[in-house]
């Protein structure tokens, strides 16, 4: 079994700051990618930030030069470090993480809960 449990979610005033976290549990071989995906009502699913396992990263351009993404893979924890979060930030934020359970095992995709981020104006 695996878990990705996030944290850090809230409430802020707009140009405020957040960092999420999301802890990986449970039998893993290796953690290939981490992510930060979000939702709002109404709207797909969109990918926020990425990290591979050698610390490549990418980032949706709304967010570029505001989010980083960074990761501890000892603890297996992915971050999100959000900085002048703006109104339209506001959604559920999921961590999604490609990973293989043992070594002979192919990469599964796998979600956390979510965890709601409100930015007010």
């Known amino acids: 079994q695996v878990q990705l449990v996030e944290s850090g979610g809230g409430l802020v005033q707009a140009g405020g700051s957040l960092r999420l976290a999301c802890a990986a549990s449970?039998?893993?071989?290796?953690?290939?990618?981490m992510a930060w995906y979000r939702q709002v009502p109404g709207k797909e699913r969109e990918l926020v930030a990425r990290i591979g396992g050698g610390g490549w990263t990418n980032y949706v351009d709304s967010v570029k030069g505001r989010f980083t993404i960074s990761r501890d893979n000892a603890q297996k924890t992915a971050y999100l470090q959000m900085n002048n979060l703006k109104p339209e930030d506001t959604a559920v934020y999921y961590c999604n993480a490609d990973l293989r359970r043992w070594s002979i095992d192919s990469a599964n995709s796998y979600w956390g809960q979510g965890t709601q981020v409100t930015v007010s104006s």
């Open positions: 449970g039998t893993i071989y290796v953690i290939n990618a």
